[in-house]
């Protein structure tokens, strides 16, 4: 069965700096999509970036990038220069393509942007 | 384009007593997901829907009922509400393509008391 670990409840960080959340995943498929979401504390559901188990490439959508290791199963969500407006939960989701397709999220991570 | 709509936002329930969750979306998605999410938690999803006609449990399905009759609608059911089951629920949809994601609505936060 598919299953997401984010292994810290929450992170603190300076303003402009780069943060990294962690997320592993596991899975007996080799097909399989990646999601990472934020959550801010108006608690609507953002979508961030995605990343396919067979991309090359990590994924990077401004200054949000994915940081794929699919041997570790790993995939986690780098943050550039961080701002205020980054607070937030973040989460992980997972998506399998056999069977149901169901997606299936983390436990999230709470960051606090610090000025 | 409204998206994905929940209906109610708020809602307080008695134990015992039942409700109906509305979930509407207007994008034509075939895939449509029902979460909870308890307090400083992550997502648990209820149920899930492939296409009209088609359900199947997640994770915690005890207590809900769903149907998706239409390709628009996914109603949850919530009989004989218990405080265990305060939460806010997530609808989501998605075209079952890989590379896409799901689009959430804005949530329904259900108190059981």
Not at chain 1, 46 to 69: H, K, M, P, V, W
Request: hydrophobic fraction near 35%; glycine fraction near 10%; charge should be neutral.
């Amino acid at each position: 069965a598919q299953k997401i670990t984010q292994t810290q409840p929450g992170m603190f960080v300076q303003e402009k700096e780069a943060v990294t959340l962690d997320c592993t995943y596991d899975t007996s498929d080799q097909s399989y999509g990646l999601f990472w979401y934020k959550q801010p504390s108006s608690g609507e559901m953002i979508f961030l970036i995605y990343q396919g188990s067979y991309d090359e490439q990590n994924a990077t959508e401004g200054r949000y990038s994915l940081n794929f290791q699919k041997a570790r199963k790993s995939a986690n969500l780098v943050i550039s220069a961080s701002q205020l407006g980054d607070s937030a939960m973040y989460f992980c989701a997972m998506r399998e393509t056999q069977g149901a397709q169901k997606l299936v999220f983390g436990q999230g991570t709470r960051l606090t942007i610090n000025p | 384009n409204a998206g994905v709509t929940q209906t109610p936002k708020f809602r307080i329930l008695k134990i015992g007593q039942s409700m109906t969750l509305q979930c509407t979306q207007d994008m034509n998605h075939n895939y449509m997901y029902w979460y909870r999410q308890d307090p400083g938690m992550g997502l648990k999803l209820i149920y899930y829907s492939v296409g009209a006609g088609i359900t199947d449990k997640g994770e915690v399905p005890n207590g809900y009922n769903v149907s998706r009759s239409t390709t628009e609608d996914f109603p949850l059911r919530l009989e004989l509400a218990a405080p265990s089951q305060t939460s806010v629920y997530f609808c989501a949809s998605g075209v079952g393509v890989m590379n896409t994601e799901a689009f959430f609505g804005q949530g329904t936060r259900l108190t059981v008391v």
